[in-house]
């Protein structure tokens, strides 16, 4: 089955620990991104990657970092600059960024202790 | 830069019953796209129905259709014979095509609304 998979789904650090995220797709697609998820917040968009080799960052990029050596995958490293990491941290991917919708991964929750 | 507003954090309808979430938008281009996302209690998100800005005729999937007005920059997703599976928090999205620099083709969320279906 193609899809977008995280793991893990549940995930606790303890402060000044730097934590990743994986982010895994068999759909062939071009582009992927990493969103945050905050209570009562919509998604925000921390870094996205069209292509192989090149990522962009979002609106809220500080204290993050990503690669993108493959184009299946897109791991998300949360380091001990983020100032407030614990929520849900959200994948996605589209086979055109500029056009098509974007398909969802089922999430991680990062929780800092 | 572009905003997604929806303005109600939560809403109630009977099973059975139609209701209509609203979204408003702020942008200066004219050709984009825009979204509704469904998310459940499982958290996965899913896409409900997509419209291109440059299409008159408003978009419909099977129970959920919208309303769209360009003019006035809204986007309103109507929910007929509501399901108890239709309750989660959903999501209005823009997607610009450029001519604004680094945010094209990129996805801006509004805050959500909680639909709760009550049997």
């Known amino acids: 089955d193609g899809g977008i998979t995280q793991s893990p789904k549940y995930l606790f650090r303890k402060e000044g620990q730097n934590v990743t995220l994986s982010c895994e797709q068999n759909?062939?697609?071009?582009?992927m991104y990493w969103y945050r998820q905050d209570p009562g917040q919509g998604l925000r968009l921390i870094y996205y990657?069209?292509?192989?080799?090149?990522?962009q960052k979002g609106d809220i990029a500080e204290g993050y970092s990503v690669s993108r050596e493959k184009k299946e995958s897109f791991p998300l490293t949360v380091t001990s600059a983020q100032k407030n990491p614990t929520a849900f941290y959200l994948c996605?991917?589209?086979?055109?960024?500029?056009?098509?919708?974007?398909?969802f991964g089922p999430g991680t929750r990062l929780t800092v202790l | 830069a572009q905003t997604v507003t929806q303005s109600q954090p939560e809403m109630s309808v009977q099973e059975a019953e139609t209701v209509t979430l609203s979204c408003t938008y702020d942008?200066?281009?004219?050709?984009?796209?825009l979204f509704w996302y469904k998310q459940p209690p499982s958290r996965q998100m899913i896409l409900v129905i997509r419209?291109?800005?440059?299409?008159?005729q408003n978009a419909t999937e099977n129970r959920f259709s919208v309303n769209f007005q360009k003019a006035a920059k809204s986007f309103s997703l109507k929910i007929s014979d509501s399901q108890l599976g239709d309750a989660a928090m959903y999501f209005c999205a823009y997607r610009g095509l450029g001519g604004d620099g680094g945010s094209q083709g990129n996805l801006i969320f509004g805050k959500g609304t909680k639909l709760s279906v009550k049997p």
């Open positions: 942008t200066s281009e004219s050709d984009y796209y």
């Open positions: 990657s069209q292509i192989v080799n090149d990522f």
């Open positions: 759909l062939n697609h071009d582009a």
């Open positions: 419209q291109e800005a440059y299409k008159q």
């Open positions: 996605a991917s589209t086979t055109n960024f500029f056009v098509n919708e974007q398909f």
